[in-house]
């Protein structure tokens, strides 16, 4: 990191940027493109271990990516604003970012699932005990992303 002013990290600044993020964009190589992919998600921090969850069609660009490569990176962030300056060069953004790369996989066992999709709810109703609808799991691509590593960045 070049700036290592603005890095960030303790883990439970990351995990609160990580709380506060209502997007996680997939980034996959694709041959000599690049397939960004804005998704919700949830997680789960266990010994030092960042797993990411997500859910979708069971087809399509994404899917195929997933099945092919096995690997992608991610991004989240907060903008909280600009900060400004008395010329142009002296503006500056108020942000805080997460970035990592990892293995991923479709989730297949149905108990699995139930658990990665509430991950996912829970990150954005705090709740674990909804109940999804007969035949949902079936119908639903589950992804689940280990990270391999993480990194944060922030600025005021």
């Known amino acids: 990191m070049r700036r290592k002013d603005r890095e960030i990290c303790k883990t439970?600044?990351?995990l609160q940027i990580i709380d506060r993020c209502q997007v996680c964009r997939l980034g996959f190589a694709d041959g000599?493109?690049?397939y960004m992919v804005p998704l919700n998600f949830g997680y789960s921090w266990k010994a030092g271990q960042l797993t990411l969850y997500f859910h979708g069609a069971p087809e399509g660009r994404k899917m195929e990516l997933v099945r092919q490569k096995k690997w992608c990176g991610f991004e989240m962030d907060l903008c909280a604003g600009?900060?400004?300056?008395?010329?142009?060069?002296?503006?500056?953004?108020?942000y805080r970012s997460v970035i990592g790369e990892g293995r991923i996989?479709?989730?297949?066992?149905?108990?699995?699932?139930?658990?990665?999709?509430?991950?996912?709810?829970?990150?954005?109703?705090?709740?674990?005990?909804?109940?999804?609808?007969?035949?949902?799991?079936?119908?639903?691509?589950?992804?689940?992303?280990?990270?391999?590593?993480?990194s944060a960045k922030g600025n005021g």
Do not use: N
Request: aromatic share 6%; with cysteine.
């Open 32 to 34: 000599d493109s690049v």
């Open 82 to 94: 600009i900060a400004a300056g008395k010329r142009g060069c002296d503006y500056s953004a108020l």
């Open 12 to 14: 439970e600044e990351i």
């Open 105 to 150: 996989e479709e989730v297949e066992d149905p108990g699995e699932k139930e658990l990665c999709l509430r991950h996912i709810m829970a990150h954005y109703t705090d709740r674990t005990d909804l109940q999804f609808a007969p035949g949902a799991l079936e119908q639903t691509a589950v992804l689940k992303l280990e990270a391999e590593w993480v």
